[in-house]
């Protein structure tokens, strides 16, 4: 199994910037990704930004170019830097890691991330 523990959301004005940290514990050696995603009420948690255990990213293409993320093996956590906020990336933010072969998807308890006009 895998524990995921997340921080470092808030209330930011728009045009701000915030970093997220995920950090994660438990059976890390068999995490093949992990990754962001985010969720606003009514709708459909959507993916914003994943990290391979090779370093490949893929990001949403609303978030191009203003999101990065990033991760330090030796403490176990992924990042999302993000810049340039608006206040449609106003949402709950989640952070993700796939694992193993089936593969399996952890979930961390979310963070509120919110951007003001």
């Known amino acids: 199994q895998v524990q995921l523990v997340e921080s470092g959301g808030g209330l930011v004005q728009a045009g701000g910037s915030l970093r997220l940290s995920c950090a994660a514990s438990?059976?890390?050696?068999?995490?093949?990704?992990m990754g962001w995603y985010r969720q606003v009420p009514g709708k459909q948690r959507e993916l914003v930004a994943t990290?391979?255990?090779?370093?490949?990213?893929k990001y949403a293409d609303s978030v191009k170019g203003r999101f990065t993320i990033s991760r330090d093996n030796a403490k176990n956590t992924v990042y999302l830097q993000m810049n340039s906020l608006k206040v449609e990336d106003t949402a709950v933010y989640y952070c993700?890691?796939?694992?193993?072969?089936?593969?399996?998807?952890?979930w961390g308890q979310g963070t509120q991330v919110t951007v003001s006009s």
């Open positions: 993700n890691a796939e694992w193993g072969r089936i593969p399996l998807h952890y």
């Open positions: 438990g059976s890390i050696f068999s995490i093949n990704a």
């Open positions: 990290i391979t255990s090779g370093g490949s990213t």
